[in-house]
């Protein structure tokens, strides 16, 4: 499935080059749709919704994946040709972009526990209020709860590590339990 | 030179222009009018002006009341006896709904406030309406901690100095709001940027900076008044000798548990190029003694905050009070709180010129600080000698405890402590009056390297203690002896700071909304008015017309999460 999406998005990727100049970003985009969704609100948990993210965190991690710092074999190969510009224009478009309803039904239970959880850890002293994001720092409110799941894990076992430390230190005492319930807490977040 | 500096700021804005629009049309970096014209009674801030702050009921012409930094206002309209009675005399709505932390200055009846993001608000200080509004247009990028804040603006002659997230200085004219000049004060994609208020002295704008969270390396500037031409600047690290003195011991003579032999190995191995990137950034306005032309500032924590084996050494000057030549940016003299801090328990809240007893029992120029460490420390002006340190403030336990990967537990927490909360002091009953919160936490240390400086860079994490409880304290601290003379207590951690009157008023904001006026004398609660959102910035006092006025915004915090507002609040008795 996931060979089939690379293969498809590859095509697209080529054809955007001809369509590239009216508005920058949006053409740029057309790339990324299959996955991420034709807003950026991505249709299944495999990938994460990029609408009214942060341009510049949007940014920063296509230069990661770019530049191996983020491992991921279909980003990686996504990026290998985009430019600063290209970059920052994908950022903009997309960051511009309504976020929508994931439409995830959240357990009651996990996200009281993960409530109290992210209060503990501090997590809006740089998410800010609703896990909202600055800059750099994502937004992460109403994200598919299974990748919140998925990255708060590879923080926690050191398989993502181009957060400066920053989560890796967060989410080394949380429990695997409690990495489950942050994540309907902020996937239940709007 | 000249002409490299405009087109990059030209290049800057062309592109963020085309963000701008597409996110918002609104107009940026440009001022829009209410069509109310200017009031006849803005006058020029001329230095004598400036000077005499520290007397003048009238207007309110720095940050923190005057270049001493005293925050005391010498009006007594409104005091002990009647202040029960203040009533609201109108509240501004700004169009930014985010952190205030803005000191409004007021110049003769016109009040200029900023809000988040970097907008400022010129609006008649007696009545409440708008002359004109100001938009920063923010470049593509900034990088910043804590919040989009801003703090406020400095005025000198005709012009207002703004610093912005973007790490620019904006000068703009106080009549129009319109923009005359625009200057880079450090790159924003290495993590620099502004939220602190200038201040000006002599044509020179005096400016520090963020950073500290992203591996800067941080500084005091002074540019021209009228150009924005840099003047000098001084390195808040210095690029050979930052290693000190391998002090053990902290201000207060406690051991600080350091390793010193593995921090000599690690230095002779690895080298002290790491000063590029080991922070101090500078982010509370500096305080100036125009009789000696001293600049004294404190400086931040070193970078990255929990991290420490890859800045070996004392890390000088991070964690320091530091006084330059105001003409010339040379180094006097300093005192470093704490050495090769792995805490953030940085030097924050902006020092006070001030008269108190000496190490010798006689009258002396001092200049104080209230520390993150929950202690009020008194030096003498000279040498910045530490003459004396007040009781702690708040609960201390397990000093100094290391940051382990699972995270150690040590008070204060790394908010303090006094944060950035601007201390103010009534030199006639010798107190100095500190905004403090209690915020149990653990320290977490993770080993990572410099990130580039686009990224937060912390070095682990701080994280509270799950079901202890957070709190706030008003403290009195007798300047003579370093004895509490009163405390009030409150519901939550105080962030925002304090006004002190000549009418014996103490007031401060609270994150609930409260805004409080405290008995100067005892700390007994005089009065109290929900503001409906976290009163979280310093208040400020003037007089317009015979009537003195108490102003305040209630913006709420981003950093404790306090409820946002987007108003500044204006109280006068009826």
Known sequence: ?190 | MKFQKMTRIAAALTFAGFVGNALAGEIENQSTSSGKPMSKSLVSVTQQLLNASTNDKNHWLHPNGNYAQTRHAPATQINAGNVGKLKPAFVFQTAVMESMETAPLVVNGVMFLTTSYNHVYAIDAVTGEEFWHYKHKMGPVSTYCCGPNNKGVAAYGDLLFMGTLDAKLVALDAKTGKMVWETEIADPEKGYSETMAPTVIDGKVLIGTNGGEYGIRGFVKAFDAKTGNLLWTFNTIPEKGHEGVWAEKDATGRNMLRNIAKEKELLAKNGSDFYQTLGGGVWMTPAVDTDTRTVYFVVGNPSPDLYGDIRPGDNLYTDSIVAVDLDTGAYKSHFQYIAHDVWDLDAVSPPIITTAKGKDGKDTKVVIHGGKTGHVYVHDAKTLELIRFSEAMIPQENMWVLPTPEGARMLPGANGGVEWNPLAVNSKLRLAYAANLHQPMTYHVEETPYPGGDKLWLGGAFKVVPGEKQWGRLAAVNIDTGKIAWKADTDQPLMGGVLSTAGGVVFTGEGNGMFNAYDAKNGKKLWTFNCGAGVNAPPVSYTVGGKQYIAVAAGGNTQLDFKRGNSVFVFALP
């Not at chain 1, 609100?41 to 949007?58: H, M």
């Not at chain 1, 995830?104 to 109290?116: C, E, I, P, S, W």
């Not at chain 1, 230190?169 to 709007?190: C, F, G, K």
Request: proline share 2%; hydrophobic share 40%; with cysteine.
């Open chain 1, 1 to 190: 499935m996931l060979k089939f999406a690379l293969s498809a998005a590859l095509c697209i990727v080529a054809a955007s080059n001809a369509f590239a100049g009216a508005e920058e970003g949006k053409a740029k985009a057309t790339a990324c749709v299959a996955c991420h969704g034709p807003d950026g609100n991505s249709p299944s948990a495999d990938f994460p919704s990029l609408a009214g993210q942060t341009s510049r965190y949007i940014y920063l991690q296509l230069k990661d994946f770019k530049e191996g710092r983020r491992k991921n074999e279909i980003m990686s190969a996504l990026t290998t040709n985009l430019s600063k510009q290209d970059m920052r224009d994908l950022g903009d478009w997309f960051a511009a972009q309504k976020q929508k309803s994931t439409g995830f039904k959240a357990d009651g239970a996990k996200v009281a526990r993960g409530q109290k959880v992210a209060a503990d850890a501090l997590c809006t002293m740089c998410h800010l209020g609703g896990f909202s994001g600055q800059n750099e720092v994502p937004r992460v409110g109403g994200q598919h709860q299974a990748y919140i799941y998925r990255q708060l894990m590879a923080f926690k076992n050191k398989e993502r590590t181009n957060d400066a430390g920053n989560m890796q230190s967060v989410m080394r005492s949380i429990t695997e339990e409690d990495v489950e319930a942050l994540s309907h807490y902020i996937a239940n977040v709007n």
